[in-house]
């Protein structure tokens, strides 16, 4: 047996899940699950003018609500379209034609009732996703907020000092320990421009690079630079990058703005900064800071994309732990 909503709050926690949902850019919501449609109404409370598409596999649910619960409410609702899909041929179709102002949503416990495993399990990883995204997104909002108020300026007033440099970018990946130590002999003509994973091996080997950069929203990563904060190396902080190292950085601080984030958007927009593409990764950050500030070469050091030597990093840098690369049977 199992709850399909609160035995004792019914219409607090639909409010609750529809609030969660909301997003004042969307205005058409695809949902599955109608439970009993708590959820639903209150989505058309928060916002009457969206459109809701619900999608439902389960007819012995349709039947319930419709004998238990005020599924009238639902169906006087004129942008709200109940869809019997046993075979989520519909709701495929439906996600293949999404718009961008339209938004997929799941009522989680109608999702414990597909019989069918495979369907079940794609969706559940929908859900999740969904989940981690709506938190990293809550993070980055707030991120950003405060780093634009904490950054001495923007990263683009360094064009200049890049421009027709070698820029040495350098990551985490196992080979970084055969090869670091040539970063000393690079001369003046070259940058070296660390992520905020090797900074502290670096300066175990007494190598200072001219910038190190950070993008993770997560707070868990300040603890690249826990105690390092004195070592005035100028950091390139992305805009949504944990709120810490901008805060409590004590060298110059310099702000990079990204594509597809929209506050960073308007903001480089009404200020006429650049914006760069990060790819999801603090090394992709890296190259088109390097393109785009127009670099004579671009040299990755310890970027390896691979296990190399069945380890995930190099010494002194992020967790190192062997790598099981075997093929599985």
Not at 251 to 257: D, F, N, P, Q
Not at 261 to 267: D, H, M
Request: proline content about 2%; glycine content about 6%; overall charge negative.
């Amino acid at each position: 047996s199992m709850y399909l909503h609160s035995n004792n709050d019914l219409l607090g926690e639909g409010y609750r899940l529809a609030k969660s949902w909301y997003q004042i850019d969307k205005s058409h919501y695809i949902v599955y699950g109608l439970g009993f449609g708590y959820h639903l109404d209150a989505l058309s409370y928060i916002d009457n003018g969206v459109k809701i598409d619900v999608y439902e596999s389960n007819l012995d649910i349709i039947r319930l609500a419709c004998a238990y619960s005020d599924f009238h409410v639902l169906l006087r609702f004129p942008n709200m379209e109940i869809h019997y899909d046993p075979t989520f041929k519909e709701l495929v179709k439906a996600l293949e034609n999404m718009e961008e102002e339209s938004e997929f949503v799941i009522h989680y416990p109608s999702l414990q009732l597909i019989k069918d495993e495979s369907i079940k399990e794609k969706l559940e990883a929908y859900f999740v996703q969904y989940s981690s995204m709506k938190n990293q997104k809550s993070i980055m909002y707030s991120n950003f907020r405060e780093n634009i108020k904490n950054i001495d300026s923007n990263v683009d007033i360094l064009k200049d000092t890049f421009k027709n440099k070698d820029l040495y970018i350098v990551a985490a990946g196992p080979s970084l320990d055969k090869n670091f130590m040539q970063l000393k002999d690079i001369g003046d003509n070259g940058i070296i421009l660390a992520t905020g994973t090797v900074l502290r091996k670096l300066l175990k080997a007494n190598i200072r690079p001219d910038y190190f950069l950070v993008t993770d929203a997560n707070p868990r990563v300040y603890g690249q630079i826990m105690g390092l904060e004195d070592s005035n190396i100028p950091l390139l902080c992305l805009s949504t990058a944990y709120m810490g190292f901008a805060k409590k950085y004590k060298g110059k601080k310099y702000i990079i703005l990204q594509k597809d984030f929209k506050l960073a958007e308007s903001y480089a927009k009404a200020n006429l900064n650049y914006l760069f593409h990060t790819g999801g990764s603090v090394s992709t950050t890296a190259l088109d800071i390097g393109i785009q500030f127009e670099c004579k070469r671009i040299i990755f050091i310890g970027l390896d994309l691979a296990y190399s030597e069945n380890y995930a990093h190099a010494s002194d840098t992020a967790i190192r732990d062997f790598a099981q690369t075997e093929l599985l049977p």
